[in-house]
């Protein structure tokens, strides 16, 4: 059986699209950026002399980054997993949600935030909840039912035992299907030489 290494290593991203990878692979490291740059803004200075305006705006903006960067993180995966319409649909939506619970955040902090009795806090939080969910609900449904697990790409491994010692040949299932029929069949020498020049 293959490693869950074997499986996602070497040349297992062959057939799909690389304009996709590169896609879900910049809207990770993108949303990935922004939370840790909302990180920075909250938790240093950079030099700015603080005053309360300025401390508002930056966490206004703050939460913005890391309010977006999650979402695209999300996004990212699935655009990189071979996931179905309903999975991406599923994000998307997610998304969606999530963002408005940003918009919600940029237009109440921070006049409509606790402690006013307009606040909106609640709902924001909630908003950004329930798009955060069903997003990474999605995201682990495209996990679970990744194929690579078990379907390397169409690969099989095939066992040969020689003078006993046992050795594993990766091979597709139609290489695999034409190995069988020979070796079935007279046990065709031509095909035994390849397996073995092959281990």
């Known amino acids: 059986m293959t490693s869950l290494s ?3 290593s070497g040349g297992r ?6 304009r996709r990878v590169s896609v879900g692979g910049g809207l990770f490291v ?4 922004a939370v840790a740059a909302a990180i920075l803004v909250l938790t240093t200075e950079l030099g700015i002399p603080f005053d309360v305006a300025t401390e508002v705006a930056a966490r206004r903006f703050a ?7 999650i979402p695209a993180m999300f996004l990212g995966v699935v655009v ?3 996931a179905t319409t309903r999975q991406r649909v599923g994000v998307v939506l997610g998304a969606l949600l999530s963002l408005g619970g940003v918009g919600l955040f940029w237009h109440a902090y921070p006049a409509q935030w606790t402690g006013t009795p307009e606040s909106l806090a609640f709902e924001t939080a909630m908003l950004y909840f329930a798009g955060g969910s069903v997003a990474l609900w999605f995201v682990l449904s495209a996990v679970a039912t990744f194929k690579v697990r078990n379907n390397p790409q169409g690969t099989v491994t095939l066992e040969v035992v020689r003078q ?3 050795r594993e ?5 139609a290489e695999y299907r034409r190995y069988r029929e020979a070796i079935r069949g007279d046990g065709d020498a031509a095909v035994v030489d390849e397996i073995e020049s092959r281990l």
């Open 164 to 166: 006993g010692e046992t």
């Open 30 to 33: 993108l949303g990935a950026l």
């Open 6 to 8: 074997e499986a996602y």
């Open 169 to 173: 040949l990766q091979v597709t299932q």
């Open 80 to 82: 990189v997993l071979p």
């Open 63 to 69: 939460g913005v980054l890391a309010g977006v960067g």
């Open 13 to 18: 991203w062959d057939g799909r699209d690389p």
